[in-house]
């Protein structure tokens, strides 16, 4: 059982090399001349770091102890139905032939879960959830997620504060502001059971057309959403939240919106670098702990006309290897039209895992989604290695965030005192409507 992995004794030591005597005795220099007799050297004690082999980290022996079935699940995140984790639904039911969502969890051994309305009623509702949810995870603890970005967006809205959102943050100029709202926001979610937020939205809204993202993101001018992005990481970070910057490489010129079709945006390399690029930059180097996708074909950074999410050039070739970023990768939602215009749902999961992508966020058929990767993983197309990658990433986003030792246990009490509290109200009313 992996539900607790404890900490004592599980500091890596890195090994010194060990140096052997690297002569070959009896050996000749050259000119034939023969050698002096070589000196016997002095053995010299082992060190402790010499004698004893390395322990395993908590994430090292997490991945050690898991099988490739359950290695598969914890890159997947799916929508669950139902307000309590052990009341049947027929909606899962038919979606996911389980049907309570804890059995879900169960049956597809699942890294994380994600919250929409249709989940909340109360808050004693929502931390009954959340507690459930993660009991029904039997060896790592769930990630469980949510769209709270506030404003347009805000999937917890019936129970947390009625922050702005983004657009007027960024007109106040106030990088405070942004950090303060972020950390008012990821102490509200974590009351609720909820550790992983997918926010801040990280683009820049050139174009006033924008049907989807508009008003959700910071501004116009990439330094401005640059700062303020960086600043709300930090404050998720401070409430001890993973944060998410969304939707790489840059959603904000387009007109159309990836939910319903695909958009094709025609930025230069020279105007990703100067537009959409210094955003993403900003939350990598605040310690982004998640960037999210998006559904957007890019022709100047792949002309292969798939979307971002299933692209290796833009998601390893620029986000992991030119940005640099060492964290989780997630897929926007994969159920979205934007991702499955040319695949099906399991050739849409595989080729996103091999573009470089870790979680695998609301597949439209997950039972095919999962036996696509699981397959693909067994026949070799995603090696072993790959596959390990990524669980590695989402087991050290949950070691980071204090998730991987023992599952967190929301408190209605707590809850009761952080959703809308005085402070929180205050905040929101500085920053203003």
Not at 415 to 433: E, M, P, T, Y
Request: glycine share 12%; proline share 6%; aromatic share 4%.
């Amino acid at each position: 059982m992996l539900r607790r992995i404890g900490t004592t004794g599980l500091l890596v030591v890195a090994l010194a090399a060990c140096g052997g005597g690297g002569g070959s005795a009896g050996a000749e220099p050259t000119g034939g001349k023969a050698a002096p007799p070589a000196r016997m050297a002095q053995s010299t004690p082992a060190t402790p770091a010499e004698r004893t082999p390395a322990a395993p980290s908590p994430v090292q022996r997490a991945l050690s102890g898991m099988s490739v079935e359950e290695k598969v699940g914890q890159l997947f995140m799916p929508v669950l139905y139902g307000t309590a984790a052990d009341t049947v639904s027929g909606e899962n039911q038919a979606r996911y032939a389980a049907g309570t969502p804890a059995k879900v969890v169960a049956k597809y051994h699942l890294g994380g879960v994600i919250l929409f309305p249709h989940n909340v009623k109360s808050t004693g509702q929502v931390v009954g959830l959340t507690n459930g949810l993660q009991r029904g995870s039997k060896k790592i603890p769930l990630l469980i997620g949510t769209d709270q970005e506030n404003g347009l967006v805000s999937r917890m809205s019936a129970l947390m504060t009625d922050f702005p959102g983004a657009s007027r943050i960024g007109a106040t100029k106030d990088t405070g502001l942004s950090r303060a709202v972020a950390k008012a926001t990821g102490e509200e979610l974590r009351a609720l059971g909820v550790n992983l937020d997918f926010a801040p939205v990280a683009d820049v809204n050139v174009n006033p057309r924008n049907p989807v993202i508009g008003r959700r993101a910071f501004g116009d001018d990439p330094k401005r959403v640059a700062t303020m992005v960086s600043a709300a990481v930090k404050g998720f970070a401070d409430a001890k939240i993973a944060a998410t910057a969304k939707h790489f490489p840059g959603h904000g010129d387009t007109s159309v919106d990836s939910h319903t079709g695909l958009p094709v945006i025609k930025h230069t390399k020279a105007e990703w670098e100067r537009i959409d690029a210094p955003p993403f930059k900003a939350a990598i180097a605040a310690g982004v702990d998640a960037v999210m996708s998006a559904h957007i074909v890019f022709p100047k950074l792949d002309p292969s006309g798939d979307p971002a999410t299933l692209s290796k050039r833009i998601l390893t070739g620029l986000l992991r290897e030119k940005l640099g970023f060492k964290g989780v990768i997630s897929t926007d939602a994969l159920n979205m039209a934007g991702v499955r215009k040319k695949y099906d749902d399991g050739e849409i999961a595989v080729r996103a895992v091999l573009a470089g992508a870790d979680l695998l966020l609301m597949p439209n058929d997950l039972p095919k989604a999962y036996k696509a990767v699981l397959g693909a993983v067994k026949s070799g197309r995603i090696s072993r290695e790959r596959l390990d990658q990524s669980v590695t990433r989402l087991l050290t986003l949950k070691q980071n965030r204090g998730l991987l030792a023992e599952a967190p246990v929301a408190s209605v009490e707590r809850a009761g005192d952080v959703l809308r509290s005085s402070a929180h109200r205050k905040l929101a009313a500085r920053v203003g409507g």
